[in-house]
């Protein structure tokens, strides 16, 4: 088994403004970069989300990328998205208030009282040497949030952190070394998994699934050893790929407002 590289000393090179991290991110990896390397900017002009969506990153806000080459087998890349998730929630209960929780929604959102704190874009591509370059993309609103987006969205200072951003990287770098360690390469997802469980929002609750497919609701049972979700509807459980969820409003101590 080839060891998890320790990143709890990984270089992290600061910019003023970038057109995407994940883009900068992976150019190094192109260029030779082979070490774990942190690329973080004041700024992005051209960030992405997932599905293709625009991510706006202003000032003040936490933009970040992290490049690692060859950290599991390729089938199993996808789970650093959870591995990623509980690291953020767990560098998220260091900086905000002592009453107020975050989430994971479902994949691998970070929610605040059913709104959107952080989100992650996962990219991997094959490099011309035959490495496998994977990026994993963190927006974290730190400063504000957009308006008027189609769901709700918060920052730390709304919820009464005053936490900034290099404090914000720091604190995930160090959740970061410590739950790629315990993932093994893929080889210990189950830990990941019961990790991401104790941080879910709405399990064993209503939720709304947005997939390819149409939309689906049922009651939120959690996730497979795969990282699937588990949704019981009238006509029995299913699994679930991908998709977008949608909570029910809540309240910054995590409990549901009916």
Same mark, same amino acid.
């Given at each position: 088994m080839t060891s998890q590289p320790d990143l709890s000393a990984t270089r992290v090179e600061w910019l003023a403004s970038i057109d995407s991290t994940n883009d900068e991110a992976m150019r190094r $990896? =192109? +260029?030779?970069? =082979? +070490?774990?390397?942190?690329?973080? $900017?004041q700024e992005q002009t051209k960030g992405r989300g997932r599905q293709g969506r625009v991510w706006q990153s202003p000032p003040g806000n936490l933009a970040a990328s992290l490049l690692l080459i060859d950290p599991a087998p390729m089938a199993l890349a996808p789970q650093l998205g959870f591995v990623t998730g509980v690291a953020l929630a767990d560098a998220a209960g260091d900086l905000l208030p002592t009453l107020v929780r975050a989430k994971l929604k479902w994949p691998n959102d970070l929610v605040v009282a059913g709104a959107k704190l952080s989100g992650l874009l996962l990219e991997a591509t094959q490099l011309a040497d035959g490495h496998t370059a994977c990026v994993i993309g963190i927006g974290l609103n730190i400063e504000s949030h957009p308006p008027d987006l189609p769901y709700a969205a918060t920052s730390l200072r709304e919820v009464g952190s005053e936490a900034r951003a290099e404090l914000a990287l720091e604190r995930i770098r160090a959740h970061m070394s410590v739950w790629l360690a315990r993932w093994q390469r893929g080889e210990n997802f189950a830990v990941i998994r019961e990790a991401w469980m104790a941080h879910a929002a709405a399990l064993d609750q209503r939720v709304d699934v947005q997939t390819s497919g149409g939309m689906r609701t049922g009651i939120f049972r959690g996730l497979d050893a795969t990282g699937q979700m588990i949704l019981e509807t009238e006509a029995g459980r299913t699994l679930i790929a991908a998709g977008d969820v949608f909570l029910s409003a809540q309240n910054p101590t995590g409990q549901e407002i009916r």
């Open positions: $990896a =192109r +260029e030779g970069v =082979r +070490e774990p390397l942190w690329i973080a $900017a």
